[in-house]
C-alpha cells in the first residue's frame, strides 16, 4: 500500500533512541487483551492479514504481527521524535485520561475532549487562538490589571472554555511532526487531517480499522482499557527520551511556574497598597484625634491637651460686660419705646435684662406690643 511518507527503517533509526525500549511479550499482550477483535460481521476486510483466527464470532488478532509492527512504530517514533514534537489523539471515554497522562508524562501534545476541528488545515487561526488563550492565563494570574470585575468574570469563563479544547495543544506554535491515534475510526476527521498536510500517523487499529489510512498501523484491541495502557506507555517513553519531549515538559513547568509567580506578585502588591492604606487611614485618624504620627508609619498616642478653662471664663466675661453695657439703641427698638425706657431711667441693655413682662407694662409708655418687642430684642 501506498503510505503518505516514507517509512522510516530500523537502520535509519538511532539505536540509542530505541535501544533500551522493552518490547511487551506474548503474554504480556494476551493478559492486556490486546488479541480481542470486533464480531465478524463488524470487521474491516483490509484488516484480514492482521486477524489469526476467529472464535465464537470474534475475530483474534495475530499478535506476533502486532509485535512486529509495534518495534517498527517504536523505530519511526524514535527518527520522528528527533525533528520535533508529537501529538497524542484519543478523545473516547476510555482513552482520554491516559492520553493526557502519558503525553504530558513524556513531552507530548494532547487533545483527548474533542478534536479542534482545523487543528491541521487551518493552523494558524487555531494558533492565535492558543496564544490568545496563554496570554489571558498571565492576564488573570497578574490580578486582571485595568479591568472590571465583569471583564475578569468573562475572562475566566472564556480561559475555563478554551482550555476544555486546547489546554494538551499550547505552545504548539508548528505542526506536530507525527501523531499518535488511538482509535482511527473514532479519530477519522484528525487522521484525514494529518495525511491532507502529510503528518504520518501512528494508529492502534482493531479489526473495524482500515490500515491503509495509517503510516504505522498498530494491530491491536483498541477499546480495552489495559491494551490502550500498554500501547500508550511503550510510544510515551520512546517521546520522554527525545529533547523535544524534555524540552516541552520543561516549557509546561516554566509556564506553571510563571502564572504562580505572577499570582504571588500580585497578592504580595495588593498586601502592600492595602498595608498603606491603612496606615494612611490611621495618620488621618490620629491627626483628627489629637495623636501625632513618627517616623515608620507607627503611631503614638500622647496626652490631649486640656483646655484652658481660665481662659475661657474670662472671655465669657468679657462677652457679658459687653452685653450688660450695650445701649438700648442698639436692640433696634422703635423710637417710641426707646424714648419711653429711657424716661424710666432705663439706658443699658443690664438696666433691662431680668424684667418680666408685667413690670414692662408698668413703665409709663410702654404696653403689652411693647413689652413683647423688648423681651425679643433682649434675647
Not at 102 to 117: D, I, L, M, Q, T
Request: hydrophobic residues 40%; glycine residues 8%.
Amino acid at each position: 500500500m501506498e503510505k503518505t511518507i516514507k517509512k522510516v527503517t530500523k537502520e535509519t533509526v538511532t539505536k540509542s533512541e530505541v535501544s533500551d525500549i522493552k518490547l511487551p511479550e506474548l503474554i504480556d499482550l494476551l493478559q492486556a487483551g490486546c488479541h480481542f477483535g470486533h464480531k465478524k460481521s463488524a470487521w474491516n476486510p483490509r484488516m484480514k492479514q492482521y486477524i489469526y483466527d476467529e472464535r465464537n464470532g470474534i475475530h483474534i488478532i495475530d499478535l506476533v504481527k502486532t509485535q512486529e509492527l509495534l518495534k517498527e512504530a517504536i523505530e519511526g517514533l524514535g527518527k520522528l521524535c528527533a525533528k520535533g514534537h508529537v501529538l497524542m489523539v484519543g478523545t473516547k471515554g476510555q482513552a482520554a485520561s491516559i492520553v493526557q497522562e502519558v503525553a504530558r508524562e513524556s513531552g507530548a501534545f494532547y487533545v483527548n475532549k474533542r478534536w479542534p476541528g482545523g487543528l491541521f488545515t487551518n493552523f494558524d487561526t487555531i494558533k492565535r487562538s492558543i496564544q490568545g488563550l496563554v496570554k489571558m492565563e498571565e492576564e488573570i494570574a497578574k490580578g486582571g490589571e485595568n479591568l472590571v470585575k465583569k471583564e475578569i468574570i468573562m475572562m475566566q469563563k472564556e480561559i475555563t472554555k478554551l482550555n476544555m479544547i486546547y489546554e494538551g495543544i499550547k505552545f504548539m506554535d508548528r505542526l506536530p511532526v507525527a501523531i499518535i491515534v488511538v482509535d482511527s475510526k473514532v479519530e477519522k476527521i484528525a487522521v484525514k487531517e494529518a495525511r491532507k498536510v502529510g503528518i504520518p500517523v501512528i494508529s492502534m487499529i482493531d479489526t473495524n480499522s482500515d490500515p491503509d489510512l495509517i503510516d504505522y498501523p498498530i494491530p491491536c484491541n483498541d477499546d480495552s482499557l489495559k491494551s490502550i495502557k500498554l500501547m500508550l506507555h511503550i510510544l510515551g517513553q520512546v517521546i520522554g527520551k527525545s529533547k523535544s519531549g524534555n524540552s516541552l515538559v520543561s516549557l509546561r513547568q516554566d509556564h506553571i511556574a510563571v502564572l504562580e509567580k505572577l499570582g504571588r506578585e500580585y497578592i504580595e502588591r495588593k498586601e502592600r497598597e492595602e498595608k498603606m492604606e491603612q496606615e494612611d487611614r490611621e495618620r488621618m485618624k490620629a491627626l483628627r484625634e489629637g495623636k501625632v504620627a513618627v517616623a515608620k508609619g507607627t503611631v503614638v498616642r500622647v496626652v490631649k491637651k486640656e483646655k484652658d478653662l481660665t481662659e475661657d471664663i474670662k472671655k465669657a466675661e468679657e462677652v457679658k460686660m459687653a452685653n450688660d453695657s450695650k445701649s438700648i439703641d442698639d436692640l433696634g427698638l422703635s423710637a417710641r419705646i426707646v424714648k419711653a425706657l429711657k424716661e424710666a431711667g432705663i439706658k443699658t441693655l443690664v438696666d433691662i435684662t431680668g424684667k418680666k413682662k408685667e413690670q414692662l407694662i408698668e413703665i409709663k409708655g410702654i404696653g403689652e406690643k411693647a413689652a413683647d418687642d423688648i423681651l425679643k430684642a433682649i434675647k
